[in-house]
C-alpha cells in the first residue's frame, strides 16, 4: 500500500466522487466516498453473511493515550482549517465497530484534505492521545487500503441477529393482520423489493439504539413482538393498527439515513426527516394497495396511520408533528420507546465498557437526565421452574370479553 502524509512517498488518492448508495464500475460496485472497486463482500456481509474472526490489531475501545496505531479505519466528516499559527490541519471522525474518535493531521495541505475520502474505509498510520480527557486520533501517514487487507465487520457495527430469521418473522406477524385493507397495505410495502432490502441493512439510529446494520429490523421487530403481548390484554386496543403502526412508524429511516460505509445523513433526511417521509408513502402504498385490491383503501385508515406514525415521538420537543391523539398511537409511542430506552439503558450499564472506565456509575446520560446504575443485584441463582408450573405473579389477560367492530374501517376479512 501507498502511503503518503508528512513523511514518505505522496500519493494521491484515487477516489470518485458520487452522490451515495453503490455506485457502478464496470462489473463491480464502488462504496462512496471511496472510489474502491468492491466486490459482493460488502454486501453480503450487510445483508447477513456470518462475521469473520477479526483481522485487526486492536479495537479503538481498547486503545490508550501512547498506543500506535496502523490499521484501517471508516473515515467521516473531514474538515480543513487553519490553526492560530496559520498552519493549515485537518479534522475529521475516526471509527470501527467499537467507537468513533477524532482524528487530526497537522501541517496539511489542500491536496492531503481532497485525498481523504468524505466517507469511506482508509488506511492510518499515527498514534493516539489524550486531549480534553478524550481520546483522539494523531495522523501521521494515510492511504487507501489494499482489498482484503481488513474485514468490514471489524469496521461497521452489525446485528448479532440473524436477519434473515428476523425478516421472516416481521412478515410472519404483518401476516396475521385481519383487516383485508391493512393486509393489503403491508403487501403493498413488503412487495418493494429494494424498500425491504434496505429496511433489513439500515440502522434504527446514527448512535443512540440499534445504531448498527439491521438495526432498524431489529428494533421494529422487538417492539412487534412487545406489542403482540400487551395488545393481549387490553381487547378494545385494535392490534391490527398497532402493529401495523410499529412496521411504519420509522420505515423512512432507509431514505433518511446513509450506511454504506458508514452512518451519515442524507440531505433529504436533513431536510425532510424520517417521520414525515414515513407518513407520505403511507399514501404513494395506499394507491398500490387498492390497485391491487380492486377497491380503494379508505381514507380514515390512511389518516389514522399517518397520524400514528407522525405522533410516534410523542411531544413537538422529541420531534413529533402531532401529539398521539388515538389509543393506538399512544400504545405505538410507548412500545417502541420502550424498546429504543430500553436498548440503551443496557449498552450503557451492562455492555462491553470501554479500557479504563469503571464504577457503578455511568456518565450523565441526556436521554435519561442523569446516570444510570450499573450492576445488576439479582442474578438469578435458582434452578428454573418446570415448564407446567406457572411463573410466580405471571399475569393473565383480562377476562373483559372484546366488543364486536361494526366500524367498516375495521372491517375483519
Not at 402493529?243 to 439515513?257: C, Y
Given at each position: 500500500m501507498d502511503l503518503?502524509?508528512?513523511?514518505?512517498?505522496?500519493?494521491?488518492?484515487?477516489?470518485?466522487?458520487?452522490?451515495?448508495?453503490?455506485?457502478?464500475?464496470?462489473?463491480?460496485?464502488?462504496?462512496?466516498?471511496?472510489?474502491?472497486?468492491?466486490?459482493?463482500?460488502?454486501?453480503?456481509w450487510a445483508g447477513g453473511a456470518p462475521y469473520k474472526p477479526s483481522m485487526r490489531k486492536a479495537f479503538l475501545c481498547d486503545m490508550q493515550p501512547g498506543d500506535v496505531v496502523d490499521d484501517v479505519f471508516v473515515i467521516t466528516g473531514k474538515q480543513f482549517s487553519a490553526s492560530s499559527t496559520g498552519k493549515y490541519f485537518i479534522k475529521a471522525f475516526a471509527s470501527d465497530r467499537t467507537m468513533q474518535i477524532t482524528a487530526r493531521m497537522?501541517?496539511?495541505?489542500?491536496?492531503?484534505?481532497?485525498?481523504?475520502?468524505e466517507?469511506?474505509?482508509?488506511?492510518?498510520?499515527?498514534?493516539?492521545?489524550?486531549?480534553?480527557?478524550?481520546?483522539?486520533?494523531?495522523?501521521?501517514?494515510?492511504?487507501?487500503?489494499?482489498?482484503?487487507?481488513?474485514?468490514?465487520?471489524d469496521l461497521i457495527p452489525k446485528t448479532d441477529k440473524?436477519?434473515?430469521?428476523?425478516?421472516?418473522?416481521?412478515?410472519?406477524?404483518?401476516?396475521?393482520?385481519?383487516?383485508?385493507?391493512?393486509?393489503?397495505?403491508?403487501?403493498?410495502?413488503?412487495?418493494?423489493?429494494?424498500?425491504?432490502?434496505?429496511?433489513?441493512?439500515?440502522?434504527?439510529?446514527?448512535?443512540?439504539?440499534?445504531?448498527?446494520?439491521?438495526g432498524?429490523?431489529?428494533?421494529?421487530?422487538?417492539?412487534?413482538?412487545?406489542?403482540?403481548?400487551?395488545?393481549?390484554?387490553?381487547?378494545?386496543?385494535?392490534?391490527?393498527?398497532?402493529?401495523?403502526?410499529?412496521?411504519?412508524?420509522?420505515?423512512?429511516?432507509?431514505?433518511?439515513?446513509?450506511?454504506?460505509?458508514?452512518?451519515?445523513?442524507?440531505?433529504?433526511?436533513q431536510l425532510v426527516g424520517h417521520i414525515v417521509k414515513s407518513a407520505v408513502w403511507v399514501?404513494?402504498?395506499a394507491a398500490q394497495a387498492a390497485q391491487a385490491l380492486g377497491e380503494s383503501i379508505p381514507a380514515p385508515l390512511v389518516n389514522v396511520l399517518q397520524h400514528i406514525i407522525l405522533s410516534h415521538h410523542g411531544t413537538p420537543e422529541f420531534g413529533a408533528a402531532?401529539?398521539?391523539?388515538?389509543?393506538?398511537?399512544?400504545?405505538?409511542?410507548?412500545?417502541?420507546?420502550?424498546?429504543?430506552?430500553l436498548m440503551m439503558s443496557l449498552e450503557a450499564t451492562r455492555g462491553n465498557l470501554p479500557v479504563g472506565v469503571e464504577g457503578n456509575w455511568t456518565e450523565y446520560l441526556k436521554a435519561f437526565g442523569g446516570r444510570l446504575y450499573r450492576p445488576d443485584v439479582a442474578q438469578a441463582d435458582l434452578p428454573e421452574p418446570e415448564p407446567s408450573q406457572p411463573a410466580a405473579g405471571k399475569m393473565t389477560p383480562s377476562p373483559e370479553s372484546a366488543p364486536k367492530l361494526n366500524n367498516p374501517l375495521f372491517e375483519v376479512r
Open positions: 503518503y502524509g508528512r513523511a514518505g512517498h505522496r500519493r494521491r488518492m484515487r477516489h470518485r466522487r458520487g452522490r451515495g448508495g453503490l455506485r457502478r464500475h464496470g462489473r463491480k460496485r464502488l462504496l462512496p466516498g471511496t472510489g474502491r472497486a468492491v466486490t459482493a463482500a460488502w454486501l453480503a497537522w501541517n496539511a495541505t489542500r491536496d492531503l484534505f481532497n485525498a481523504m475520502p466517507s469511506g474505509f482508509l488506511r492510518i498510520k499515527g498514534r493516539i492521545e489524550n486531549y480534553q480527557n478524550n481520546l483522539q486520533m494523531i495522523i501521521e501517514q494515510m492511504g487507501e487500503p489494499k482489498a482484503g487487507s481488513f474485514e468490514v465487520g440473524d436477519i434473515a430469521a428476523m425478516d421472516a418473522r416481521l412478515r410472519q406477524i404483518l401476516g396475521t393482520i385481519r383487516n383485508r385493507h391493512l393486509a393489503a397495505l403491508m403487501r403493498a410495502y413488503l412487495a418493494d423489493a429494494n424498500l425491504m432490502e434496505n429496511f433489513r441493512k439500515a440502522p434504527a439510529a446514527m448512535s443512540f439504539h440499534h445504531a448498527y446494520i439491521g432498524l429490523l431489529e428494533h421494529t421487530l422487538n417492539a412487534m413482538e412487545v406489542a403482540d403481548a400487551v395488545v393481549k390484554f387490553y381487547p378494545r386496543l385494535n392490534r391490527d393498527l398497532v402493529i401495523a403502526g410499529i412496521f411504519l412508524h420509522d420505515i423512512a429511516k432507509t431514505w433518511e439515513l446513509s450506511y454504506e460505509c458508514s452512518f451519515g445523513y442524507t440531505d433529504g433526511g399514501e404513494r402504498k402531532k401529539t398521539p391523539a388515538t389509543p393506538e398511537a399512544i400504545a405505538v409511542h410507548y412500545i417502541e420507546n420502550l424498546d429504543a430506552k
